[in-house]
T-cell receptor, first 112, second 115 residues
Framework: SQQGEEDPQALSIQEGENATMNCSYK?????LQWYRQNSGRGLVHLIL?????REKHSGRLRVTLDTSKKSSSLLITASRAADTASYFCATDEAGGSYIPTFGRGTSLIVHP | GAGVSQSPSNKVTEKGKDVELRCDPISGHTALYWYRQSLGQGLEFLIY????????KSGLPSDRFSAERTGGSVSTLTIQRTQQEDSAVYLCASSLATARSSPLHFGNGTRLTVT
């Protein structure tokens, strides 16, 4: 099974700045999802982008998908201290099983 | 409505003992997944259920691991003869279906420590 890999592993910014996280994957996908995990908690679904979509927005979140480069980015605009969490991408392999596979995540710290 | 519930939230056990981890999915969710997360690592897929059947058990690390789901609802993950390398957070997730656009809803996990 394939796995998305997030980059950078850790990101530290000031409140109000934008945060950009990237995800690369290895084979063709049906869709890509981004999840957030606060310390000691489970993952929370943020946004799903299908393979035929290039960009999607949800509030302060903007996700892009470049299937030619097998990569996605998650942009959080005007970050807040409450955005501090780990962010994971999950991919669903085209023609494969329905099992989302996750990367190691990006740890984001937003300083107030 | 209620989310995915996992119990216990924390479990400390001695090496060699058996443990059972429980997951109560969201009502009506037919798909259920178990993942394992070690410190600072991503999620490692273990097993998933569609209804009561497990089409894919490929992620179970060894034959000491087993899982079942009854009534299309509650699932238990059993680890026999626990080893220290089994220490991790075990996460359960459910979704409406195994449709590719169904997001996963996660519980808060069971933190297992094997001493």
């Amino acid at each position: 099974s394939q796995q998305g890999e997030e980059d950078p592993q850790a990101l530290s910014i000031q409140e109000g700045e934008n945060a950009t996280m990237n995800c690369s994957y290895k084979t063709s996908i049906n869709n890509l999802q981004w999840y957030r995990q606060n310390s000691g908690r489970g993952l929370v679904h943020l946004i799903l982008i299908r393979s035929n979509e290039r960009e999607k927005h949800s509030g302060r979140l903007r996700v892009t998908l470049d299937t030619s480069k097998k990569s996605s980015s998650l942009l959080i605009t005007a970050s807040r201290a409450a955005d501090t969490a780990s962010y994971f991408c999950a991919t669903d392999e085209a023609g494969g099983s329905y099992i989302p596979t996750f990367g190691r995540g990006t740890s984001l710290i937003v300083h107030p | 409505g209620a989310g995915v519930s996992q119990s216990p939230s924390n479990k400390v056990t001695e090496k060699g003992k058996d443990v059972e981890l429980r997951c109560d999915p969201i009502s009506g969710h037919t798909a259920l997944y178990w993942y394992r997360q070690s410190l600072g690592q991503g999620l490692e897929f273990l097993i998933y259920f569609q209804g009561n059947s497990a089409p894919d058990k490929s992620g179970l690390p060894s034959d000491r691991f087993s899982a079942e789901r009854t009534g299309g609802s509650v699932s238990t993950l059993t680890i026999q003869r626990t080893q220290q390398e089994d220490s991790a957070v075990y996460l359960c997730a459910s979704s409406l279906a195994t449709a590719r656009s169904s997001p996963l809803h996660f519980g808060n996990g069971t933190r297992l420590t094997v001493t």
